[in-house]
């Protein structure tokens, strides 16, 4: 990393560039650049999730809302919305939606036979869905209706 | 968290001028954010070189508040920090801000947050 970045002094080093920089378009005399880095490396915390984090994002992928997690977990909704907040720091995303997509993801790898730390997010999947085989599987058993009992 | 890889791919082919080097343009004020978008796991930031009045560069208490609330520092505490007044380092960085072509806090937080300490 170059620190004669000119102009910047012991200040120019607190806006480094992000790990993974690169110029996308833009060449000599080129007015516009386009620059391009990989998202959540450095916003990203490596901690593994809690037990109550897991649960959350199992409940989450089946496509709860907050406060019916909050029902199920018997847990205040603050509280879910705290652990949705830690898990999805955790996972580097900003929305639900971002955070169903990296546990999709995760557990294709996991069934490919790849990845280690998500036997027991795809084990509470599997319990509430019956299956594991495909995610097909899991989206025909979206939202299951037995949870007034 | 290493299961994103398969997202992110190679740097794109060498450029003229390294990426750094743009980098230390556009922090520094040389060259203005226009757009930023997300797309296959990276973001992407749309840059162009600063025209008129604001090719004068970022000041040094400018860079030290812009570094420190993009690491997501409150104003107050970055203005204790600094031993300035909140009014001041907001229009610090309000002013830096203009600089590079950010418009909002979230441009900031999306084009700096993964740069800052």
């Known amino acids: 990393m170059p620190a004669s970045d000119d102009g910047g002094g012991a200040a120019s080093v607190l806006l480094r560039p992000p790990p993974g920089l690169a110029v996308e378009q833009g060449l000599e005399g080129d007015d516009e650049v386009i620059l391009s880095f990989p998202l959540g490396t450095g916003a990203r915390s490596h901690a593994p999730l809690t037990g109550a984090e897991e649960a959350v994002l199992a409940d989450l992928l089946l496509g709860y809302s907050n406060a019916e997690i909050s029902e199920r977990r018997r847990v205040s909704v603050r509280t879910v919305a705290n652990q949705l907040a830690a898990l999805f720091r955790k996972l580097g995303v900003h929305s639900r939606l971002e955070a169903a997509r990296i546990a999709a993801e995760r557990m294709s790898q996991k069934q490919a036979g790849g990845v280690r730390g998500v036997a027991h997010l795809d084990s509470s999947v599997a319990q509430v869905s019956g299956r594991s085989d495909n995610m097909s599987e899991n989206v025909t058993l979206f939202r299951p209706v037995d949870r007034m009992g | ?117």
């Open chain 2, 1 to 117: 968290m290493r299961q994103r890889d398969s997202l992110e791919r190679e740097p794109a082919p060498a450029s003229a001028v390294p990426a750094e080097v743009i980098w230390g343009e556009v922090t520094g004020g040389r060259f203005q954010v226009v757009d930023w978008y997300d797309r296959d796991g990276r973001r992407y930031v749309v840059t162009r070189r600063a025209t008129g009045t604001t090719t004068q560069g970022l000041t040094e208490r400018q860079r030290l508040a812009l570094a420190r609330r993009s690491a997501g520092a409150a104003l107050k505490v970055v203005a204790f920090e600094l031993g300035v007044s909140l009014s001041t380092v907001a229009r610090d960085i309000e002013r830096a801000m203009a600089h590079l072509g950010l418009k909002s806090q979230g441009d900031l937080a999306a084009v700096l947050g993964h740069a800052s300490v």
